[in-house]
């Protein structure tokens, strides 16, 4: 099951295109790296290939088909800022459940604590915030993990304790990941390739 952009193109505002014709390939247990410079479109890309957003031009493929409209998605995004990615109405444990039975050595591995489980978004700190998406987006029905800045803004501990569980659950079940980031060195020791966007390709 590969994960395809073919031609990719977006646009925010008509004749003002941030990107267009961009070509990417994943494949299952690969862990790619996506550098560029600021403003260059790499969340917008990220967006696309999780299917928050439809590009304007080109298409997203999953296996050669699009992504699925309704129901759990496949290709997971996680980005930078987990408060704006979970719902504050709701309890840490049911924003879990979201992504079906997650395997409870996943939870051990991100040090995700029971007592955390019946607390609400706004009674963890931003790094026990973003262990839950990162656990929420390894669920049972993942192929592909998009990483957008993903532990940016974590300590080195955190950091790596992140990454490690990651790419433990990467090689298990062979899903395929793209590392976005500034951070040169984590795209470096992460990745088997890294996709360079110099320019953007208005
Ligand atoms: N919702 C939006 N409406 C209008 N313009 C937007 C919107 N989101 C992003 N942009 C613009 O699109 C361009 C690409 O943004 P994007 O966030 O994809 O870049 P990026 O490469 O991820 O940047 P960074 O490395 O700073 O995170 C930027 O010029 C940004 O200002």
Not at 30 to 56: M, Q, W
């Amino acid at each position: 099951m590969y994960l395809e952009g073919n031609g990719l193109g977006y646009s925010y505002r008509k004749g003002s295109w941030i990107f267009r014709g961009k070509e990417l390939v994943i494949a299952p247990g690969e862990v790619v790296g996506l550098e560029g410079p600021s403003g260059c479109g790499k969340t917008t890309l990220a967006r696309l290939l999780a299917g928050y957003d439809k590009p304007h031009e080109g298409k997203v493929a999953l296996n050669g088909e699009p992504l699925p409209e309704h129901g759990y998605c496949p290709v997971q995004l996680v980005f930078q800022h987990p408060e704006k990615a979970v719902n504050p109405r709701w309890s840490m444990q049911r924003i879990l459940q979201e992504a079906g039975e997650i395997e409870p050595g996943i939870l051990r591995s991100l040090a995700i604590e029971d007592v955390w489980l019946s607390r609400w978004p706004n009674e963890l700190s931003g790094g026990e915030l973003q262990r839950f998406c990162v656990a929420r987006a390894l669920g049972p029905g993942t192929r592909f993990l998009i990483a957008d800045e993903m532990t940016t803004m974590l300590d080195a501990i955190s950091q790596a304790q992140i990454w490690t569980t990651v790419i433990e659950v990467v090689q298990k079940r062979n899903l395929g990941v793209l590392v976005i980031s500034h951070e040169r060195n984590l795209v470096r020791r992460l990745c088997s390739r890294v996709i360079q966007w110099n320019e953007p390709s208005k």
